[in-house]
């Protein structure tokens, strides 16, 4: 059961009417379990920063306010997007394995590293500098890492 869920195939017999290619349908397919592994974690992750900024700092928004709220957050969703593209998100036969090593472990935390300089940058210009409401930067700054999340372990992990 959880097979076929973690495959989508319902939503893949839908597809099968419109995308004929079964290599185009199965990227296309990738990337809708991209898409919801990545609202889940967005879940987490925001709802962790504004915990965090909350009750911890009052929401308070100053440099070391934001970056400690962003960074727990982002720590709390990369750790499960690891997890779930692991298992729901590159599921075909020939990727399985490949983020299951050392090498690929690494290869996803300098890129989880990246993603979080790239996160904390966003949140900062925004939040801290232009005081915009520091949930919508967030929005903003999920969306820019999610792209360079999924090409960086795209391209370098699950090839």
Do not use: P
Not at 46 to 61: D, E, K, P, R, Y
């Amino acid at each position: 059961m959880l097979g076929n869920l973690a495959r989508l195939e319902f939503i893949d017999k839908i597809l099968q009417i419109f995308i004929k290619d079964d290599k185009k349908r199965a990227a296309f397919m990738e990337i809708i379990r991209f898409a919801i592994v990545g609202v889940i974690c967005f879940i987490f992750d925001a709802g962790t920063l504004w915990l965090v900024m909350h009750f911890v700092f009052g929401n308070q928004i100053n440099n070391f306010s934001t970056g400690v709220s962003t960074t727990a957050g982002f720590l709390i969703g990369v750790t499960m997007n690891y997890i779930l593209s692991i298992f729901f998100v590159f599921i075909r036969e020939d990727q399985k394995d490949k983020g299951k090593n050392a090498k690929a472990m690494i290869i996803f935390l300098v890129g989880s590293a990246i993603g979080l300089l790239l996160n904390n940058v966003i949140m900062n210009i925004g939040a801290v500098q232009l005081n915009f409401y520091y949930m919508i930067v967030k929005v903003f700054a999920t969306l820019v890492v999610m792209v360079w999340n999924y090409l960086s372990r795209k391209i370098l992990i699950f090839k």
